[in-house]
């Protein structure tokens, strides 16, 4: 690799893993900051949805249009509406600016990734690195970015509770987490400043310019299809991301910020550690398999955490679910890269990413609903659970004879 491709591409780690940690540095605190406002549980739901829904059509603008317009300057875009969707969650209380300013701007209410980032972060390191070492730079991706959501969720936790243990309100604690989200977004922005031009396309006319749609022609039909069972698998986990289960855990058990915090950064190591390990398991059984076969066991260990009595016994199961439910991440993320021709890999990243954000946006809005029935508070968990199984198996179905390169080649 060379010297400015290896600058560039670890620029783009280091950028993954400033926004990870403000993901999860955010997730822990943000239902709960939106509850001590005085939001209703289905407002913050309606919220969160919208926030998810306005990220999925930010998204589709700036990626559809990376490559023409510059994917530094998109990637600059995404960090400075992270800083103003930070800035004004911190400083108001009107409903109405902050479904603007979720709608607007990059807002992660998951500690997942969010935003264009992924897809064009994803586009420049398929150019800059060698094919034969794509799923092993995927998987060191994701295990940097679970590390540092990881990192996120208990330094956003311990920072609200010290805070409210230092004569603080719960809702000053969480304003400061939110401030602090925007000033992370700055550092990001600062980060992306040092890419250099090697990051940009080296432009290439598709085969048939006249039948392109999102800039896919020959792989269409694969990314169409894969985009749905992406976007199924990511309503089911919108029912269940983290700031949503950090609170069912705080009502349910009534476990502390500082606590919930100590938990979503042992599942996230955990998370991190399964998405490294998901390469040499797919070098062995193949992407689809290591996808499909760590994914199902994860989802019936999911189903199972408001079965448990007990809080400790819950995130137990929780835990144990981490463990190997990411282990789909780098294996997707390579299986899409490799099975759609070269000159459609930023398309086809982008198209599954947002398919996979607008998926996501709209299960918040029916879990807040849920939460705030009693006799369907621990719904969403198995919702997510059992849709997730049903992902699972389609995805086999579908596309366990049709192999990437490497494994053709073996």
Avoid: C
């Amino acid at each position: 690799m060379a010297s400015e491709h290896l600058r560039d591409a670890r620029v783009i780690f280091g950028a993954r893993i400033i926004r990870l940690f403000s993901y999860g540095f955010l997730s822990i605190a943000l239902f709960l900051y939106l509850s001590a406002r005085g939001f209703s549980d289905q407002s913050i739901g309606l919220l969160l949805t919208l926030t998810l829904l306005g990220d999925a059509g930010i998204s589709l603008l700036l990626t559809t249009h990376a490559d023409r317009a510059g994917r530094k300057r998109t990637l600059l875009i995404g960090a400075a509406l992270m800083i103003a969707a930070g800035i004004i969650f911190a400083s108001t209380e009107n409903y109405i600016l902050l479904v603007l300013a979720g709608i607007i701007g990059v807002l992660s209410p998951s500690g997942n990734e969010i935003g264009p980032f992924l897809s064009v972060e994803q586009a420049a390191l398929a150019q800059l690195i060698q094919d034969t070492n794509r799923t092993r730079i995927l998987a060191w991706y994701n295990l940097v970015g679970s590390f540092a959501t990881a990192v996120g969720a208990f330094a956003g936790g311990a920072l609200a509770q010290f805070l409210q243990n230092h004569g603080w309100s719960a809702l000053d604690s969480y304003r400061a987490v939110i401030f602090g989200y925007a000033l992370l977004g700055g550092v990001l922005f600062a980060l992306f400043l040092l890419l250099t031009p090697a990051v940009e396309i080296m432009r290439a006319p598709l085969a048939d310019a006249t039948n392109v749609l999102f800039g896919l022609t020959h792989s269409r039909n694969i990314v169409f299809q894969l985009a749905t069972l992406f976007a199924l698998d990511a309503f089911a986990g919108g029912f269940v991301v983290q700031s949503i289960v950090a609170y069912w855990f705080n009502v349910k058990f009534g476990l502390e910020p500082a606590t919930l915090g100590a938990i979503f950064f042992g599942a996230n190591l955990l998370a991190g550690i399964s998405a490294l390990s998901a390469a040499r398991i797919a070098a062995r059984i193949g992407l689809i398999n290591t996808m499909v076969f760590t994914h199902l066991p994860s989802n019936i260990l999911l189903i199972l955490v408001p079965l448990m009595p007990t809080a400790w016994l819950a995130v137990t199961m929780l835990l144990i679910r981490f463990s190997i439910s990411q282990m789909d991440v780098p294996t997707r993320q390579s299986y899409t890269l490799a099975v759609v021709q070269p000159n459609e890999r930023s398309a086809a990243s982008g198209v599954t990413t947002i398919a996979r954000s607008l998926g996501a946006s709209v299960a918040p809005a029916l879990a807040g609903q849920m939460l705030a029935l009693p006799l369907l508070f621990s719904a969403p968990f198995f919702l997510a659970g059992g849709l997730k199984i049903v992902y699972d198996l389609l995805l086999w179905r579908k596309f366990s004879a049709l192999k990437p390169p490497e494994e053709r080649a073996a």
